[in-house]
């Protein structure tokens, strides 16, 4: 079956979501972290419900629920699809203003709100594979929120498209929009039960034919140094500041490997994030990352040595470390049911896509909800330059990926 005749409307989603401020706050406690993300999850349970699916709802927590209603009469497993509406708090995402570039033809794309942003194919060089497509970029001043907005087009055309044609055979398809992904906080309070669905795919993915089968292991680590207050005129060997210890710390990290700026691949690093400080006590987080879960430990007992290293050049100094879980490699759940990515490979190829199984440098919802019960790879969008101004995305990837859930709807019918 063949989607070429359909009247795609991920380019015209897209552009009115980007323009909904959603971004999430780290820093907040309430679930969503900012109520603003609902504003665009109502518009969604809107759109689901005028396109006829009148199971779709809003909780209390942010997150989008709905269902596009079995075709067969046949027992098949429940398949849902999963986005994220939050942008990152890397970049602004207040005042969105969508550019369409029609039948992009190489040269360097110059956002007109500031000419100093410019998106060539020297540093995005995917943008070489996309000329002559659709392509959508913010204008300078903010990032466009195609991460993962895209995401959200692409399973809202899909609904669409499988709501106005009940002739494909499918089963039930339960969709998720999520909020607060950008922040490790998407999957925190929504209802398995709810959602009552035995495999999933989030869309949440970059290049054309990308198909993502594990991440990082994750955790998280802080380091608290204790020092010494005393008065600075009458500090002498009495003094012992919390802040230089932690900045030597800090000094003693290597440079050249196991960090974020030296590794690629299935290399692992540590990444101090956040560091905070006065005289007593300062702070250091960091985030802890590798493919292997066992290696976390390692990369944790190093971090202790080089802390208990560092407060030993100040006597009277002290620290403590704690580390709390994020979130694990899909893949240690996906081994164990192989048709989650078989099916996805199918519905590759017959959308005419070659599927590139590809890790993840980093984690998407789908990591939890695997482990969560609902294994869940990732699916290409189109989404590229994420988290910045440089951030664009082609109308014809995502336009692909909606042609990959209709045809991942069927092959699950199918099987």
Known sequence: ?????????????????????????????????????????????????????????LDEY??????????????????????????APDCSGKDVHPILHQNYNGDDIVLPHDESIVISTQNHPYLKQRIGDDIITASGKTLLGADDKAGVAIIMDAAQYLMEHPEVPHGNIRILFTPDEEIGRGVNAVDMKRLAADFGYTLDGGKRGHLEDENFSADAAVFTFHGVSAHPGYAKGKMVNAMKVAATFLSKLPLQEWCPESTSAKEGFVHPVAMEGELEQAKVTFIIRDFETAQLKNHEERLRLIADAAVKQFPGATFEMIVKEQYRNMNEILVDYPQVMAHAEEAYRRAGITPEIISIRGGTDGSRLSFMGMPCPNIFTGEMGIHSKQEYVSVQDMNAAVSICVHLSQVWAGK
Request: proline content about 5%; some cysteine.
């Open 1 to 57: 079956m063949s989607l070429n005749n359909y009247l795609h409307r991920t380019a015209e989603r897209l552009m009115r979501y980007v323009q909904i401020d959603t971004q999430s706050d780290p820093n907040s406690t309430s679930q969503p972290s900012t109520e603003k993300q609902k504003d665009l999850s109502r518009l969604l349970v809107e759109e689901l419900k005028a396109i006829g699916i009148h199971d779709a709802d």
């Open 62 to 87: 942010g997150y989008v629920y709905a269902t596009i209603p079995a075709t067969i009469s046949d027992k098949v497993p429940t398949i849902c699809f999963c986005s994220h509406v939050d942008t």
